[in-house]
């Protein structure tokens, strides 16, 4: 099994700052099948990022992913209101799909 | 509009059964595979299951196996989890969410989940 090591936990930011996540694997994830989602409260989580670098459909382009192998990165480039939330990481390169343990981005 | 809706949640007993159905509309539903997920109360994500197109290739957590089944029916447009000798820790909001290609993929649309409450 994949273990996803997220970090920070949590990453206390001000609304138009930079925000840089971790996700670090246990193993090598096959051919960057890394995929990042953005979490509410009380909501379902959001796609944002496949392919550790695509974004999804409707995606803004201050979200960009990037990284191979087993370190991996979600950067948010100016922090907007809505930005603040739960961000998970996830690995579909084998099975069992794994997901990182979230990273919450609150307001400073 | 594409829109995933999960029922079948609720208050049962340890060692209970409940069968969570998720529907499908606003796409083809024949041509992805599904997935189940779970998170529990003020927890992160976990995968449960996956099903491919056809429902020949399952896959399931390993914690869960033997307790879960997840099936679907192409023809109704719908996504089952069968969900047997159930324990407290069980307790969670069940995502129902498509994957985007094979059975073991990314998940680009969600529904807004059901909960499940394994209590005496």
């Known amino acids: 099994e994949i273990v996803l090591t997220q970090s920070p936990g949590t990453l206390s930011l001000s609304p138009g700052e930079r925000a840089t996540l971790s996700c670090r694997a246990s193993?090598?994830?096959?051919?960057?099948?890394l995929a990042w989602y953005q979490q509410k409260p009380g909501q379902a989580p959001r796609l944002l990022i496949y392919?550790?670098?695509s974004r999804a459909t409707g995606i803004p382009d201050r979200f960009s992913g990037s990284g191979s192998g087993t370190d991996f990165t979600l950067t948010i480039s100016r922090l907007e209101p809505e930005d603040f939330a739960v961000y998970y990481c996830?690995?579909?390169?084998?099975?069992?799909?794994?997901f990182g343990g979230g990273t919450k981005v609150e307001i400073k | 509009e594409v829109q995933l809706v999960e029922s079948g949640g609720g208050l049962v007993k340890p060692g209970g059964s409940l069968r969570l159905s998720c529907a499908a509309s606003g796409f083809t539903f024949s041509s992805y595979s599904m997935n189940w997920v779970r998170q529990a109360p003020g927890k992160g994500l976990e995968w449960v299951s996956s099903i491919s197109i056809s429902g020949s290739y399952i896959y399931y957590a390993d914690s869960l196996k033997g307790r879960f089944t997840i099936s679907r029916d192409n023809a109704k447009n719908s996504l089952y989890l069968q969900m047997n000798s159930l324990r407290a820790d069980d307790t969670a909001v069940y995502y129902c969410?498509?994957?985007?290609?094979?059975?073991?993929?990314?998940?680009?649309?969600w529904g807004k989940g059901t909960t499940v409450t394994v209590s005496s």
């Open positions: 969410a498509r994957g985007f290609g094979g059975p073991l993929d990314y998940m680009d649309v």
């Open positions: 996830q690995q579909y390169g084998s099975s069992p799909l794994t």
């Open positions: 392919g550790a670098s």
């Open positions: 193993q090598s994830v096959s051919s960057i099948y």
